[in-house]
């Protein structure tokens, strides 16, 4: 199969080595992959495409339709993983960049515009929310690394099923605010109202930013980023 490592090699040791039960655990591993959908949100490269879109985005349906493009991605990456491996990382890398900036440039807009502005895309901005939702985030590798020791997952089916787990927990937000509209609505008024508020989001944006673009160019210039993070700590 094509991107498949050498057996033996460090992609390979990761289960082994951080979690020598995953193996073991059958079906209780897709909560656990749902649970680190969740605490993905923390992470503003992975998080910032919910507050983007939660902030901006009034219409039920187009947030609906977000999300599960979001989960959709993440289920073809679970895929796609298992037949080119390593490859992914040209392409990923490109996407991730390519997202990052935009981003930054809409958050650079938003600041200008001022407290209301977090409210609302540039005119030249309103290609973003799906440009998010299209672009895998560092949290879908994460995953890979994580359940499957890096970029290749078992069998097609794990890897779909596993990481559209973690598609779920990540947009869990999204589903939360189209089932309690009034979250929505408070949250923009208080972006309106509390210039801290706002502060804090912006900065959460631009450090997301940060994280696409470190990822991103990682994925195109470090030989072995492909490697699982445990691994790679062992190198400084």
Request: net charge positive; with cysteine; charged share 10%.
């Amino acid at each position: 199969m094509l991107g498949q490592g050498v057996p033996g090699d460090a992609t390979s040791s990761w289960v082994a080595l951080a979690l020598p039960k995953l193996k073991r655990m059958g079906i209780f591993i897709y909560p656990l992959a749902f649970a680190v959908g969740i605490l993905f949100n923390l992470n503003p490269s992975c998080g910032s495409a919910n507050v983007v879109w939660v902030s901006t985005q009034r219409n039920p349906r187009k947030l609906a339709l977000l999300g599960t493009t979001r989960i959709l991605v993440f289920a073809s990456v679970g895929a796609l993983a298992g037949f080119f491996g390593t490859a992914l990382r040209l392409p990923w890398g490109i996407m991730m960049i390519a997202a990052g900036l935009f981003l930054f440039y809409t958050t650079v807009k938003q600041v200008r515009a001022g407290t209301t502005g977090m409210c609302a895309l540039p005119r030249r901005s309103a290609a973003l929310p799906w440009v998010l939702a299209l672009t895998p985030p560092p949290s879908a590798y994460i995953g890979l690394a994580l359940f499957f020791g890096g970029f290749n997952a078992p069998s097609v089916a794990e890897g779909v099923l596993v990481l559209t787990m973690v598609g779920l927990g990540l947009t869990l937000p999204l589903w939360l605010i189209i089932v309690k509209p009034g979250w929505r609505i408070s949250w923009q008024l208080r972006l309106q109202n509390h210039p801290r508020t706002a502060r804090t989001q912006v900065v959460f944006q631009f450090v997301g930013v940060g994280l696409m673009l470190i990822v991103g160019s990682a994925f195109l210039l470090v030989q072995d980023f492909h490697r699982p993070l445990i691994e790679l700590y062992k190198h400084f």
